[in-house]
């Protein structure tokens, strides 16, 4: 009972931190953002988003997972400014060979079709490539049967990148709790959100190289009929099967609380995972989720948002692209 009582508590406590988060979001530019943002000037810009994605995602459910993930590694890079999305130029080099993107983060095509139907339905360049990925995001979620969501709208796009900042502020699959718990603190993230937003594991699938260490030196912690599996995708020789998927729970094309029953089984897929539920703080966090699939999703999507509105460029800070890949100028 206490034990629910306090997770009580956590809930409301994140409810207030997410009001309290999406009035402080713009304080640079002292500009809000707001769900509402394109009503006016493009009200067919979320339908037009939704179409696309969801086309994309019926082709290959994989997809969702990607988009998902790309708005994560957008957001933890500087904030939500669509930095992730730039190539490479002479005055900087990006994000997308940073370690944790190298052959990893996809769907880049996806986004530059979502920005080529989206200028069209709007007669303009009225919708920021930031805003893009934030709500393809939420789409793809929704598509594959998560909760849906209200995406704060309104961010402009960065005109640089870096991929040393992508280098430092992504959280590795080899970190342990502490380094994974700062990691979210540094972004203005709780213990909570850590938990709910790895939760979005339960989309997608994992390369061999990011639990190759997991599956054959932590044999401990992890379920041996899982590990079984693993070992047929993923051979012991490093640079033999690097890029092999495993999915990261049962149904990683279905968003349900698998994630987080599997925690509770020693069947986490990667070190940062399990770290999860290992005899640390976040373990009754993932025994309530894994009993309550309801509370992970309400909790889930209003960690989205908090997550979303991380150091946003509004205002007349950045630009708006008209090529997802390139800034304005070149």
Known sequence: ?????????????????AMALALLSTTSSGQFLDPHFYDHTCPQALPTIKKVVEEAVAVEPRMGAS???????????????????????????????????????RG??????????????????????????????????????????????????????SQAAANNSIPAPTFNLDRL??????????????????????????????????????????????????RTVCPRAAGSGDDNLAPLDPSPARFDGGYFADLLRRRGVLHSDQQLFAGGVTDPLVRFYGAN??????????AMVRMSSLSPLTGTSGEIRYNCRKVNYS
């Open 108 to 161: 880049f095509d996806v986004i530059d079709r979502i920005k080529a139907a989206v200028d069209a339905a709007c007669r303009g360049n009225v919708v920021s490539c930031a805003d893009i990925v934030a709500v393809a995001a939420r789409d793809s979620v929704v598509a594959l049967g998560g909760p849906s969501y209200d995406v704060p709208l309104g961010r402009r796009d960065a005109r640089t990148a």
């Open 1 to 17: 009972m206490a034990a629910s009582s306090s997770l009580a508590r956590c809930t409301v406590v994140a409810c207030v931190a």
């Open 181 to 230: 718990v700062s990691s979210f603190a540094s972004q203005g993230l709780s213990v909570q959100d850590l938990v709910v937003l790895s939760g979005g594991h339960t989309l997608g699938f994992s390369r061999c190289t990011n639990f190759r260490d997991r599956l054959y030196n932590e044999t401990a912690t992890l379920d041996g009929s899982l590990a079984a599996s693993l």
């Open 293 to 302: 699939t309801e509370a992970f999703r309400r909790d889930f999507a209003e």
């Open 67 to 105: 988009l998902l993930r790309l708005h994560f590694h957008d957001c933890f890079v500087n904030g939500c400014d669509g930095s992730v999305l730039l190539d490479d130029t002479p005055f900087f080099t990006g994000e997308k060979n940073a370690a944790p993107n190298a052959n990893s983060v």
